[in-house]
């Protein structure tokens, strides 16, 4: 299903621009930058089609566990972080919205940016001051991304060979 005016469905569609693309995809997950008021280098993992709860997944959601891993590897090495949160989010303003999973990269200069806070009173903060990375920032992140997914990819192909 495709809902109009669902941000997920949007960006998936084409209907909104997705800075940076999609840099990685399964048959049924798709991994891109964040787009709105969170720091650079953190990446959504979200279902292709309109689902709005780990409830609602079908067998697809057996490829959701390396998706994550290997996302979180990427975030890792490529933002360098003291910590990197794994959150779900589809909690809208009146029902619940498009499932995504935000892994997010926090680093000392993110949390001396926002006065020391960590986990929900950090994202909180940055949600609320509202300031997003720099486009040209998450392209060429996108780009390094993109390119250790396909590393990441390659190299799990030939482990199972």
């Known amino acids: 299903m495709d809902v109009t005016g669902c941000l997920g469905c949007d960006l998936l569609t084409g209907r909104r621009e997705l800075p940076g693309g999609v840099l990685r995809e399964t048959s049924a997950w798709v991994v891109n930058h964040v787009v709105g008021p969170m720091n650079l280098g953190t990446l959504i993992v979200g279902p292709r089609e309109h689902v709005v709860a780990i409830a609602e997944l079908d067998d697809t ?46 680093t000392a200069e993110v949390r001396a940016r926002y006065g020391g806070l960590r ?12 300031d997003e990375p720099d486009i040209t920032e998450v392209e060429q992140f996108c780009e390094r991304a993109r390119e250790l997914f396909r590393a990441i990819t390659d190299s799990s192909a030939k482990h199972r060979s």
């Open 61 to 106: 959601a057996a490829e959701l566990g390396p998706l994550l891993r290997d996302t979180a590897r990427v975030v890792e090495t490529l933002c360098r972080p003291e910590q990197t949160y794994v959150c779900m989010w589809s909690h809208g303003r009146d029902a619940r919205k498009h499932l995504h999973i935000a892994i997010q990269p926090v």
């Open 119 to 130: 986990s929900e009173q950090l994202q909180a903060r940055m949600l609320a001051d509202g």
